[in-house]
């Protein structure tokens, strides 16, 4: 069983920045591609950014290109969102979850199969 624990999240003017980190469990962490999605008050999950397993290829949805930042450390098991120039619209539930295989869609939450619990992100002045 494979488990994820998000960190870093909080409160944050506009302009701000966070890093988040997740950890995760087990000796396979370096042979999945990794993912963050985020789902606001109301709102359905969003895909926010992924990475290789190898971290060698970085995807992001394009109004967050330029800002966050995805990074992985296999030795850790640890992959990171490092978030700059934050908006009130970033305000969200940030996920980190493990894709099912290379072939599954990096951007649909379906193409993923463990999740974390999560990690409240809120941007106010």
């Known amino acids: 069983q494979v488990q994820l624990v998000e960190s870093g999240g909080g409160s944050v003017q506009p302009g701000g920045s966070l890093r988040l980190s997740c950890a995760a469990s087990?000796?396979?962490?370096?042979?999945?591609?990794m993912g963050w999605f985020r789902q606001a008050p109301g709102k359905e999950r969003e895909f926010v950014a992924a990475?290789?397993?190898?971290?060698?290829?970085?995807y992001y949805t394009d109004s967050m290109k330029g800002r966050f930042t995805i990074s992985r450390d296999n030795a850790k098991n640890t992959v990171h969102l490092q978030m700059n120039s934050l908006e009130p619209d970033d305000t969200a539930v940030y996920y980190c979850a493990r894709a099912r295989g290379d072939n599954s869609d990096y951007a649909s939450s379906r193409g993923y199969d463990y999740w974390g619990q999560g990690t409240q992100v809120t941007v106010s002045s």
């Open positions: 087990g000796r396979t962490f370096g042979s999945y591609r």
């Open positions: 990475i290789s397993s190898s971290g060698r290829n970085l």
